[in-house]
């Protein structure tokens, strides 16, 4: 068989067999596709549930329906002091529309926690992580990370390091249109 | 999964490690097949350097004029070594403008630096599909095969590892054909190729987007790109308008 022919047969071939392929593995209508909660953007943000510096438990399902900045810190880390000015613009600015700033802090207690906010005048609300389960749960390796979830609770964005306004603003469009 | 390697008392982010490896990766081996194409290797390097540079700058111009109020609050900002400060799409075109600049410059062979980048470009894709392997990202589907790997706590088709063993077993075939090839058909066969291996492999991922009868959209883009590869090759091969033809 000449080249030319050969080659007309391999298209034909690709044609029918993916054709063929995509239709085996194509997803049943009836199959219902439950994504599964991991945090990864595109996914349900895994439920936490973290203690407020008055020592009461707030769970992240608590604020379903509101978009929500989920930002793991620590007071000793210089790049998460540096943005702090920046989530607290963004909870001034955004909080009455429904967008809630949320800090948890990573292994430290209340009272270094609360000296670290009234030293800065930052009122947004924090949270204690004191056994590091919820940055466990989203797989924090390095601070600061910050998550971006939508009103229907999930993980829009996320980014590892310091952010500034335009980078707090570019993540924000994700959840805060 | 391994997405932080401890070297000392430091801990790395294997995912920002790997595209690092994976860029003067393919870097290599684009030089590599350019040398095998009769292209000087170093212009390949250089290339890399600026296509780099010029990510960098048009990103971050990008990220200013779209973001241009939070800039004026904070115009030191602006020279911050912050790379997530990038807008993708002026990246991406001010990389390619900076490619095309050098190919005219240079009056480089276009056919044989394309085949030279698409092996480049493999590569990297190697490393980004061992990245999401390490890191759980575009996992697969559940399934009880022997070989499946556990990620986010279920057995799964470990399919960032066929993508990537799909990646390898083309790139040592377009190595070993390169010479066989004319100019040109090495970087289509890439893409063909490499349509070839996600129309695979995408039917056992478990991230999906569907489109009409419950098709796979990724499935159906590979599909299409690579029957345009093909015809394209065909054309090119065959047809009336061929090169000395």
Known sequence: MPAKKRFESLILLVLALGMGW?????????????????????????????????????ALTDLRGKAVVLNFWATWCPPCQAEMPELQAAHQAYAPGGL?????????????????????????????????EASMSYLVN???????????????????????????????????? | MIPTIAIGPASLPTYSLLVLLGYFAGLWFASKLAARRGLDPDHFYNMGFYAVLAALLGGRIGHVISYFSAYISDP???????????????????????????????????????????GGALVMLAALALADGLNGRHFGEPSMAPWAIFQWN?????????????????????????????????????????????????????????IGPGLRLSQLVAWIVLLLALLTLYQLAFGDNRPGH
């Open chain 2, 154 to 210: 279920v057995a799964r088709h470990p399919v960032q590892f066929y993508e990537l063993f799909g990646i390898l077993a083309l790139l040592s075939t377009l190595w070993a054909l390169l010479r066989r090839l004319q100019p040109g058909f090495a970087a289509l066969c890439a893409l063909a190729g490499y349509a070839g291996v996600r129309l695979l492999v995408d039917a056992f991922r478990a991230e999906v987007v569907t």
């Open chain 1, 142 to 177: 390095s601070l600061p990370t910050t998550f971006f979830i939508d009103r229907n609770g999930v993980i829009r964005e996320s980014i590892v390091g310091q952010m500034n306004a335009a980078t707090l603003k570019q993540r924000l469009r994700s959840i805060y249109p």
């Open chain 2, 76 to 118: 030191l900002s602006v020279l911050s070594p912050n790379f997530s400060a990038v807008q993708p799409v002026a990246a991406g075109l001010a990389a390619l403008a900076v490619l095309f600049w050098y190919q005219r410059h240079y009056r480089m062979p276009l056919p044989e630096m394309l085949d030279a980048l698409a």
């Open chain 1, 22 to 58: 995509m239709m085996l593995s194509r997803v049943p209508e009836t199959e219902v596709v439950r994504p599964a909660s991991i945090p990864l953007s595109g996914h349900p943000a895994p439920d936490i549930t973290v203690t407020t510096l008055d020592g009461a438990p707030l």
């Open chain 1, 100 to 132: 809630v700033v949320l800090a948890v802090n990573q292994g430290e207690d209340a009272a270094t926690v609360s000296a670290f906010l009234q030293e800065r005048g930052l009122d947004f609300p924090v949270a204690l992580d004191t056994q590091s």
